[in-house]
């Protein structure tokens, strides 16, 4: 059974920095692509960061955190983390990790991963 457990959130001012850690298990965790998507009171869940199979030499990033976020993985703890630097108001909401059920690709698409987190809360106040 897979499981994603997310940690590291918590309640900042705006321009400081967050790490955001996400703990896989249940199977080979470096087969398969890792996302970090969010959702915000009252809005839709949306694509935040992406990251390849393996090495990781392929990541996305949605536009609004193009530049100040980073995803990144360690296969060997079985963790992707997401890096949020220079932190905004806008920037608050529910991060959740995700992973694909059967690709090494990373994707955009809130649909495309199958395995999803709890969430762990974010909060940024101006």
């Known amino acids: 059974q897979v499981q994603l457990v997310e940690s590291g959130g918590g309640l900042v001012q705006a321009g400081v920095s967050l790490r955001l850690s996400c703990a896989a298990s249940g199977r080979t965790f470096s087969n398969y692509a890792m996302g970090w998507f969010r959702q915000a009171p009252g809005k839709e869940r949306e694509f935040v960061a992406a990251?390849?199979?393996?090495?990781?030499?392929?990541?996305y990033y949605a536009d609004s955190v193009k530049g100040r976020f980073t995803i990144s993985r360690n296969n060997a703890k079985n963790t992707v983390y997401l890096q949020m630097n220079s932190l905004k108001p806008e920037d608050t909401a529910v991060y959740y990790c995700?992973?694909?059920?059967?690709?090494?690709?990373?994707?955009?698409?809130?649909?495309?991963?199958?395995?999803w987190g709890q969430g762990t809360q974010v909060t940024v106040s101006s």
């Open positions: 990251i390849s199979w393996r090495s990781g030499s392929t990541t």
């Open positions: 995700a992973t694909r059920g059967s690709s090494g690709l990373p994707t955009m698409g809130v649909r495309d991963y199958d395995y």
